[in-house]
């Protein structure tokens, strides 16, 4: 039998270690709200590991007193899904940011997606390499002037909710550092879901790229520049909410719900199950044109990498009988020597 | 004796040989390496040793009739031990010219050569590049041609079946395999039963195939083609069970012992690559002894994933062949930093780059020893031999779970597609492998890198309470295994784990060496240069030379004796399927001015040349009493 559970805080997932980010960066407050998450999930300590790749987001598994692995640059999802299949039993988080994920790991986080491993991946967005100290990363806008280009980055940047969408993964989420009850809410959502859950959080680097989202994580202006998602809801925005997203066609565009000519049901109501294209939608809704989506894009159910591979190990064993190697090596042609 | 199995004539001669070498060869897709295979399980059935070499092209279906499509496969059976398949051939079965010209090399003066001679029609001679009939030149006198026409006949004894020409064309290989069994009395038993098995669900091209093999033994036994045929008595092998192996498959079956031994579940990372897939082939059979195969979506992912598996207390295991491993070295260097459990299968391929995926090499050593950034050192197998890659599967296991470290084992493309009888062992006589998990006291302060006596750190899995700690590839402190970029911290961590590597050669066992215990000259080798190296010393001792052989299996560490062996020797030749690294190595190590003797041409060592080189080495006949066979713990 199991004993009682202790009741567990923030501070019991704090480790030992002195926090090494600069200050102001906003690593500081994803860290601070996944520590104030995980106590909801109930689990103990022990059972919680977190695995990064390679970055300043990356010596994120060193603060948190759970198990943990600070690996080699884009692969934590590849370390994941191995330990995952091994230890099904134990909830796993990744934790990587753009260049970690879709540069040098892009090939990894997208089979990570098409598997559904069941894990969380936190996906920490400051569009620029700020380890190496400040060159352009895949999200990095074009004509972005940092040290590596300094005539503007010419690459057209990743969207990494568009990404994950096109590798059909199960949930997708974005956040805002700043926005902190939204920031712990959607993590809470992430670490709920069966198979792998993406959460892309806008995260500033007051270092080498300060304000890259600023207009989604001001006070004054984000109620007008992003826009929450709630499934089942109409796509409403704007700090009065009278603003609206209406499709026409397959092109959404932004309606006043001011004048009372456009009302709720001609708003884009928002499906977490829907079909991936119109996610896509979503997706695209980028700044300036557009509030940007935060929230869970999506949020289906399919099956589990893990659990299929283990189920394949049962069913063998079912069918075939648990493996005897004496007699799997005299099966077939054998001779005596006497 | 088998019933199904046609008696020969009494009329016709028989001649008991010692052993023979024959080489099928033909197009890729004609079915040569099938044939070959039940040639070598026939032959070791029948308790001869036997030792195969398949030698195929890179491309799955290369042009049909071309030199650079033919395929084929060699296989030597003996009355005696055997540990090479033969330098020359008794005989050579030659599917089309294509086949003929490029194999007649190897064909021995005197040999038995024989042709499809339905297939050495104007078209097949331009596929080959070939102008005139290579069966009418005037070298063809030199051996003994038996001209047979194989399509025709098949054709025949398959009519009535009314199969189309194409799939009655297809049973031709089974013909020719018929009258390579009648030439050498082998029994027709288990390729029929192969046949009923392989074509359970094609009922007319089992019969087609039947008759097809009982028609090429009965035309062996008619003709006047053939003026005997051959025997070969049962080796004396020591006694037990046998069965035919592969390298490739001991090595999995190696793998899932050392798994049950340790009592863990195996993790398999890996992404296909020649000649190291047939393995991830072999273990996915196996789900039943509850081991999970993951094919990754890239060679990284492969050893990634095994690496998070083993954090996760499962046996890791991951495999690839140069080019891959070269794409795993970060990630070797990761597991060396983190210390845990790993076996990093290499079976190595002619380089660099793609180089030649089909043929073997041995030029990986130096990059499995070095090939990481940093002082990254791992303790390095070598297997000699196919039955020989399950012994050290098992080794690399107990080393690496005993010193928390990852393992290399250097296998190779000779060794991984040839064969061998195999003495099958009791599992259960077998010693286990004891892995201890530590558990956690609460208050207690968990020191995740502290050390034992052999300066292993505990193997701490992720749901142990109070036993929480986070590993990484920053260097770490002495004990805590924090973060720590101290300049003393971080040089005593490099000798610890340099250390720790080098009191692996505590446990390995003294090297051993075949021949006298000292003399003129030590033939030191390694990995899959065994059988020729082998074969080529007792050879020199046998014509009374001064030689003895010494076989690593341990590339690093070292045994321990290895120096005081190399010091008994006046000279120490290191025969090597690359331009001399072992070599490299010795000299550096043990200050010895070693001579090498190197190829690098896809293929392994003929023991001719060794023979010639160990007699350029030594002065001749020697007292016979200096150089009696000897075994002995240096």
Known sequence: MSAALPVLTANDFASDQDIRWCPGCGDYSILAQMKKMLPSLGLPLEQIVFISGIGCSSRFPYYMNTYGMHSIHGRAPALATGLRVARPDLKVFVITGDGDSLSIGGNHFIHLLRRNVNLTLVLFNNRIYGLTKGQYSPTSPEGQVTKSTPMGAVDHPLNPISIALGAEASFIARSVDSNIKHLAATLYRAAQHRGTSVVEVYQNCNVFNDGAFSYAQDKATRDDTTLELEHGKPLIFGKNRDKGIRLNGLHPEVVSLADGSVSHDDLLFHDEKAESTLVHLLAKMRHPQFPEPIGVFRDIEIPIFEDQVRGQLDSAIAKRGAGDLNKLFRSGDTWEVA | ?634
């Open chain 2, 1 to 634: 004796m088998s019933t199904d199995t046609p008696q020969a004539h009494a009329a016709k001669q028989v001649q008991v040989v010692s052993g023979i070498t024959v080489r099928l060869a033909g197009d890729s897709g004609d079915g040569m390496q099938l044939l070959g295979t039940q040639l070598t399980n026939t032959s070791a059935l029948a308790g001869n040793d036997v030792a195969t070499f398949p030698d195929f092209p890179a491309e799955i279906r290369a042009p049909r009739g071309t030199r650079a499509g033919v395929s084929g496969f060699q296989v030597q059976f003996a009355a005696h031990e055997v540990h090479t398949p033969g330098d020359t051939l008794d005989a050579l079965v030659a599917m089309n010219p294509a086949a003929l010209v490029t194999n007649i090399g190897d064909l021995r003066k005197g040999g038995l050569l024989i042709v499809n001679e339905d297939s050495f029609e104007d078209k097949d001679l331009k596929l080959a590049k070939l102008t005139t009939s290579p069966l009418d030149e005037p070298w063809v006198e030199n051996y003994r041609l038996a001209k047979v026409p194989m399509t025709k006949l098949t054709r025949t004894a398959v009519q009535s079946l009314g199969l189309g020409v194409k799939e009655a064309d297809r049973c031709r290989n089974f013909f020719a395999m018929g009258m390579v069994y009648w030439l050498y009395g082998r029994d027709l038993d288990a390729t029929l039963r192969f046949i009923q098995a392989k074509f359970s669900k094609l009922p007319d091209i089992q019969e087609a195939n039947e008759r097809a093999l009982r028609a090429g033994w009965a035309f062996g036994e008619t003709t006047e083609l053939f003026g005997s045929s051959y025997q070969v008595e049962p080796a004396t092998l020591p006694k037990g069970t046998y069965r035919n192996i592969m390298g490739n498959q001991a090595m999995a079956w190696g793998l899932m012992t050392a798994a049950h031994l340790s009592g863990k579940e195996m993790f398999y990372g890996s992404y296909p690559i020649t000649p190291a897939s047939d393995i991830l082939h072999e273990l996915s059979k196996y789900k039943n002894f509850g081991i999970c195969t993951v094919q990754a979506e890239d060679e990284i992912a492969a050893i990634c994933s095994t690496i998070g598996a083993a954090y996760g207390g499962a046996m890791g295991v991951t495999t690839s062949s140069g080019p891959g491993i070269a794409l795993k070295a970060e990630a070797m260097g990761l597991a060396v930093m983190i210390e845990l459990p790993l076996l990093v299968i290499d079976v190595q391929r002619g380089g660099p780059s793609t180089g030649l995926p089909t043929k073997t090499e041995q030029a990986d050593l130096l990059q499995l020893l070095f090939g990481r950034n940093g002082e990254a050192p791992v303790p390095v197998l070598a297997a000699r031999s196919p039955g020989d890659c399950f012994d050290t599967a098992v080794e690399a296991w107990r080393i690496a779970t005993q010193f928390m470290v990852p393992v290399v084992i250097l296998s190779d493309g000779y060794i991984a597609n040839g064969s061998e009888p195999w003495a099958i062992p009791d599992v259960n006589s077998l010693k286990p492998i004891t892995i201890t998990h530590p558990t956690g006291e609460a208050g207690e302060k968990f020191l995740p890198y502290s050390r034992d006596a052999d300066l292993a750190r505990p193997w701490a899995i992720p749901g142990t309470p109070e036993l929480m700690h986070r590993v990484g590839g920053l260097e770490k402190q002495d004990g805590t295994g924090d973060v720590s970029y101290d300049a003393a911290n971080h040089e005593k961590m490099v000798h610890i784990r340099a250390q720790k590597v080098a009191n692996v050669a505590k446990i390995i066992p003294p090297q051993e060496v075949i021949g006298p215990s000292e003399g003129e000259l030590l033939v030191l080798s390694w990995g899959g240069t065994y059988g020729a190296c082998r074969t080529a010393v007792l050879k020199g001792i046998e014509e009374g030379r001064s030689v003895a052989h010494c076989h690593l299996r341990h590339m690093n560490p070292f045994p321990s004796n290895l120096g005081q062996i190399l010091g008994n020797y006046e000279s120490v030749l290191i025969p090597e399927l690359n331009l001399g690294q072992l070599r490299m190595l010795i000299r550096a190590k043990y200050l010895i001015d070693a001579v090498g003797y190197n190829r690098v041409q896809g293929k392994p060592f003929s023991v001719s040349e060794l023979v010639e080189k160990i007699a350029e080495m030594t002065s001749g006949k020697q007292n016979m009493a200096s150089s009696k066979l000897t075994s002995r713990a240096g």
